[in-house]
């Protein structure tokens, strides 16, 4: 987690819950609260003019959500939707600020989080230079593999649907389960039923 929950909780914050398919905030609407995922998944993403979804991010337990947001005054450029049910931690924007004032120490973690994330995001733009789909996937999914700390062949299940896939990637979801199918021929990656093993 980003932040301890109990010093959340001790300057101010509230538990609120959602289920899926509900909204945790709307794109162009104003950010108001530090939101930190007590458990369950969320996707940020945004809809295209065509009405596709493209998914920038699935966070999970003890991630934060957008807290780059509330330093400016801008409004939110993407959505915030529950995934599964979830429990999320909120913090009022200037309580957070007072607790950063007293805590120096916790920008250094949400910097470094934010850092883990930008680093991310620039690995996974990478492929959107690529035409080829499997080369595509290959390097999507094996970061995320890295990211967890796995090194063995076939040891991490990606959290992931094949439809998430096709929203992470910009992809169709019939060209994402054609190209799995051919990166598990290549003995890329290892499917298990529904699963996917890299």
Known sequence: MIICENLLFSHGAEQQNYNSGEYIFEEESTPKYYLQIKTGTV???SFLEDGKEFIHGI???GHCLAET???????????????TYCEIIKLEKNKLIELLLRKPQLIFS????????MRYKHITAAPFS?????????????HVKTHFGFNDQFSFHIPYTRQQLASL???RI??????????EKQNMLKIDGTKIFV
């Open 130 to 142: 690529f035409q080829d789909p499997v080369t595509k996937l290959n390097l999507i999914l094996n």
């Open 110 to 117: 949400m910097y470094s989080y934010t850092a883990d994330r």
């Open 59 to 61: 966070p999970f337990d």
């Open 169 to 171: 990637t910009g992809m």
């Open 69 to 83: 947001y509330l330093f400016h005054d801008k409004k939110y450029a993407v959505n915030a939707i529950a995934v």
């Open 174 to 183: 019939e060209t994402v389960i054609r190209a799995i199918k051919k990166m």
């Open 43 to 45: 996707k940020i993403s």
